[in-house]
């Protein structure tokens, strides 16, 4: 079952529109369509075969593995350790922390830096939309492989005629730095600033890339279960789960009128007045 998030255009911490993916819909802001009601309306959905997720094991990608599967999907992954990939805390319940295998599920080992190991997942077979979520640390994997192995995948697209991809960078990336909160700024400044040099390296790749694509830019990750909400702010950012976040760009690749095709949303599930480093309930006063 797929939940379309909700989407919440929020201009400050206090005012909001509610509008929602399903048009004519009234649904609140915590309301869960189900695919199945989804895809009786032509114009909603892609007729969706395979998604290919880029850096599969990660703890974001492996929520879009994990609940793409779920959705009835196919997945090809590519990540450098095909053994990493774990059904994820987040949407996994019980279940989380086992080893993710599935009938519908090809996993590819290698990296993103080297077109050869690319183009495998799109030997494998049709490719209908297309899921980025690289990272690591600078240090680990190089100044340049988001850009890099950003720019790979999508040539790897172009040859094989692959429109829709979804690219997950960070609150703070491009044109958003104003809306991440000053501790964040200072980090982008110092320690973060070799990977950000490379998400906006990145960034700017995809947005030249002449491809439907949606740049995401969460605020603060948490790896707890999926609210079904997601707020696109214009202001400072609020933390968001991963399951969330994988919710948005399943969504952006499987729906014909997804409406941030083409632009680059920063997406939080809590709030619009910023985020603090401890990304547990207690600290946002859940509990």
């Known amino acids: ?9 929020i201009s400050n911490a206090s005012a909001f529109t ?3 993916f399903t048009s004519g819909s009234s649904l609140g802001s915590h309301a869960s369509p189900s695919r199945s009601s989804q895809s009786q309306s ?11 997720v880029f850096g599969a094991s990660g703890l974001t990608s492996s929520e879009c593995v994990y609940q793409a599967l779920k959705n009835g999907d196919k997945v090809v992954g590519l990540t450098r350790n095909p053994d990493n990939l774990k059904i994820p805390q987040g949407s996994g319940g019980a279940e989380a922390g086992k080893t993710l295998t599935d009938p519908n599920l090809t996993m590819i080992g290698g990296s993103v830096t080297n077109p ?8 494998s077979g049709p490719i209908d939309g297309v899921i980025v979520g690289l990272g690591g640390k600078t240090s680990d994997v190089g100044d340049t492989m988001l850009t890099d192995g950003t720019i790979n995948i999508m040539n790897a697209m172009k040859e094989k005629d692959v429109k829709r991809i979804a690219v997950i960078t960070s609150i703070g990336a491009g044109d958003s730095k104003d809306q991440a909160p000053f ?3 200072v980090l982008m400044a110092t320690a973060m600033k070799k990977i950000f040099n490379d998400k906006n390296n990145q960034e700017k790749a995809v947005f ?3 491809l439907d694509y949606c740049v995401v830019r969460p605020g603060g990750l948490t790896v707890e279960a999926p609210t079904g909400i997601v707020n696109v702010i214009d202001g400072q950012a609020g933390s968001i789960t991963r399951a969330d976040v994988a919710e948005f760009c399943l969504d952006a690749v499987t729906m014909e009128d ?4 083409g632009k680059a949303p920063c997406i939080s599930s809590v709030g619009g007045t910023g985020w603090v480093k401890d990304r547990s309930k207690a600290a946002r006063g859940e509990e």
Not at 42 to 52: R, Y
Request: glycine share 2%; net charge positive.
């Open 116 to 123: 050869a190991d690319v183009a495998k997942v799109f030997e």
């Open 18 to 20: 509610l509008s929602s």
């Open 258 to 261: 997804f409406p941030y095709i």
């Open 1 to 9: 079952m797929r939940i379309l998030a909700t989407l919440l255009l």
């Open 208 to 210: 030249e890339s002449g």
């Open 183 to 185: 501790f964040f700024k």
């Open 42 to 52: 032509s114009s909603s959905m892609l007729s969706m075969k395979t998604i290919a």
